[in-house]
């Protein structure tokens, strides 16, 4: 399985996607400052890959924390926990994964240092082996949605690159597949940050899932000549009411798809989902820099200076999501009540 994360003695050691698929490189973040770089520039992507990377980085920051007075200890934490949080703001798992960092610290604050390093460090790889196991879960509950000889449309990348390994989108084609099916796939390049065209494309082949890459604007032309069977996508946030933010063109091929009657299904594990945030009216869209627009490599592909307008996320509308697949089951409209279901905690043992 792709290594995307992994917390090893000598820093948080990432998989440069950056590079992909022409050079692969992974480097080692001994710092939170780093891992925060790393998450902004996109050296990781995906939003269950950033939650991981995320806890990671907080618990990077306190790793070599000397002995201080409690309140010394708090401002440092709460250092680490803004510089983390502030790197990109649409995809609600590193927020989930920075309060889940916090909650273990108020837990242990006041113990020794030593005591409370081992606990973030033991926190971050719970949830990378979590995240693990979750994709994997929902692979195997959503591939029942997948039909044997099924053409699958995907859009960005959401694969083991987009999280701590196996994937969402590209866990439910890997379970599939795993389960005897026989699943092609059509990969959507994903302008402006070609995640399909770079990133699951090279997925697919080191798997030997047949795989064949197109450009953006080629995904109706497929689903009207009955090439595309259902198109299954990750999310980077749920909103309460099923309403999906997603990499830039989401909406545009949710839209497609209901048209041509294909059915358009989610993949995003339940810390995905947003009970906090009533629609998707209410998320923050991430603006790129302008130059990831106008450049390919750094090769200019504009007129210089030309303005640019790089939202990184659209909103899909809940109507035309016909199913939402997570690691806790399948969720179905109305998903205000599905979602709340299956996001609710297991009761407690009387």
């Given at each position: 399985m792709i290594k995307t994360i992994e917390w090893t003695d000598a820093g948080?050691?990432?998989?440069d996607q950056l590079l992909l698929p022409t050079e692969e490189v992974y480097r080692?973040?001994?710092d939170y400052e780093g891992?925060?770089?790393?998450?902004r520039s996109m050296v990781i992507r995906g939003a269950p890959a950033i939650g991981v990377a995320a806890a990671m980085g907080v618990a990077l920051g306190m790793k070599d924390l000397p002995e201080l007075p409690p309140e010394e200890r708090d401002r440092r934490f709460g250092a680490v926990c803004a510089a983390i949080?502030?790197?990109?703001?649409?995809?609600?798992?590193?927020f989930w994964a920075v309060d889940r960092m916090k909650r273990v610290y108020a837990r242990v604050r006041h113990e020794g240092s030593g005591e409370i390093r081992r606990a973030l460090v033991e926190?971050?790889?719970?949830?990378?082996?979590?995240?693990?196991?979750?994709?994997?879960a929902l692979g195997r509950m959503g591939q029942e949605l997948i039909p044997d000889g099924a053409r699958v449309l995907t859009?960005?990348?959401?694969?083991?690159?987009?999280t701590a390994g196996y994937g969402t989108a590209l866990g439910v084609i890997r379970a599939a597949v795993e389960a005897g099916k026989r699943v092609e796939v059509f990969a959507d390049e994903t302008r402006p940050f070609l995640q399909g065209a770079r990133l699951t494309a090279w997925e697919l082949m080191k798997d030997g899932i047949p795989v064949t890459v197109i450009t953006d604007n080629m995904?109706?032309?497929?689903?009207?000549?009955?090439?595309?069977?259902?198109?299954?996508?990750?999310?980077?946030r749920i909103a309460a009411n099923g309403d999906v933010a997603n990499k830039i063109g989401t909406y545009a091929v949710a839209v497609l798809a209901r048209e041509n009657n294909i059915p358009f299904y989610v993949a995003a594990p339940v810390s995905t989902v947003d009970l906090e945030m009533p629609d998707g009216d209410g998320i923050r869209i991430e603006e790129r820099d302008g130059d990831e627009v106008r450049t390919i490599r750094g090769v200019r592909i504009t007129p210089e200076n030309v303005p640019v307008a790089h939202p990184a996320f659209d909103v899909t509308p809940s109507r035309y999501v016909g199913a939402i697949m997570t690691d806790r089951g399948v969720a179905r409209a109305?998903?205000?009540?599905?979602?709340?279901?299956?996001?609710?905690?297991?009761?407690?043992a009387a």
């Open positions: 948080v050691v990432m998989l080692t973040y001994t891992v925060a770089e790393a998450i949080s502030a790197t990109r703001p649409t995809a609600v798992n590193l926190e971050a790889r719970r949830m990378h082996a979590e995240d693990i196991e979750s994709n994997r859009h960005c990348n959401a694969g083991a690159l987009a995904a109706g032309h497929f689903m009207k000549q009955k090439a595309i069977d259902c198109v299954v996508v990750g999310a980077d109305p998903y205000a009540d599905s979602l709340r279901g299956l996001c609710a905690p297991p009761p407690t």
